[in-house]
């Protein structure tokens, strides 16, 4: 279907009739451009309360898992998903139904899941709860009791983390071997916004690149390689000012690139 939410992305590669032809092509398009593919990412709601909507994420989410493997990436990333307008402990149940055998189908396949920490809270139809259950560590350690498979981890974006108010450094040296895929993007909280609606509300933070918001990212590099993370450092861009077109974009990442050179390099 069509991508309503903002930031949604595109179909850059259509995995639902996936076969070596398609696979070759991606390789040459990739080796042409001199680009690298660190993970197939794919973001529904695979805990929607619809059941019936739940199978075709699920379906689609194997798909993208063939995709994976044919293109020896070896690693999906994508949400948990959450039903909104249930309790933790009920989509925890659902959750112990649902993700075994998809992770279980993925380890036959030689393919990793990381599972990304956004909350999904940001309009009024994501409202209360989000719509996407593995955002603290608390759901962390859950998630990983009923799925203990080391083919099942964190994409980790530390800028949720940041409005949320945990501490992300501290969730990177607990959670250092779960890790599997890294964004890079800050987050700046608004304390006039906050004073305003308060942490229940909506809209009081906003998503930056790194460097103009409110992560240490000093503290952040340090921490991965205190835990001896070598994995795959992504940079997310979802800065409204630099959303004029193609240059803006352009301009983001560079901006983006020379900021965490210092670490990375």
């Known amino acids: 279907g069509k991508a309503e939410r903002r930031y949604a992305g595109i179909t850059h590669i259509d995995v639902a009739d996936f076969g070596p032809a398609e696979c070759a092509g991606v390789n040459e398009l990739c080796e042409r451009y001199g680009v690298g593919l660190s993970s197939l990412g794919y973001y529904p709601n695979p805990l929607v309360g619809d059941a019936a909507e739940r199978d075709v994420y699920a379906s689609h989410l194997r798909a993208v898992i063939d995709a994976s493997a044919l293109l020896d990436v070896g690693l999906v990333t994508t949400f948990v998903g959450r039903d909104h307008k249930k309790s ?5 149940k659902l959750f112990e139904q649902v993700w075994p055998p998809l992770v279980a189908y993925a380890e036959e396949k030689g393919v990793r899941i990381a ?9 009024g139809d994501e409202w209360p709860g989000g719509k996407n259950l593995a955002v603290s560590p608390a759901v962390w350690r859950r998630m990983f009791e009923v799925i203990p498979s080391a083919s099942f981890g964190l994409n980790f974006d530390p800028s949720h983390l940041i409005w949320l108010g945990i501490d ?29 609606h308060g942490i229940l509300g909506l809209g009081w933070h906003d998503p930056k690149l790194p460097g103009l918001g409110d992560c240490d990212w000093g503290a952040f590099f340090a921490a991965l390689t205190d835990v001896g993370y070598r994995g795959p450092v992504v940079i997310e861009v979802e800065d409204r000012a630099y959303e004029y077109g193609l240059e803006g974009r ?9 900021y965490i050179e210092p670490f990375i390099r």
């Open 168 to 196: 992300y450094v501290r969730a990177i040296r607990e959670f250092g071997d779960r890790l599997l895929h890294v964004h890079v993007k800050d987050e700046r909280v608004s304390q006039d916004r906050l004073y305003e």
């Open 88 to 92: 933790l402990a009920e989509n925890m």
């Open 115 to 123: 599972i990304e920490n956004c909350p999904m809270l940001f309009s």
């Open 250 to 258: 352009q301009r983001a990442l560079r901006q983006s690139l020379r």
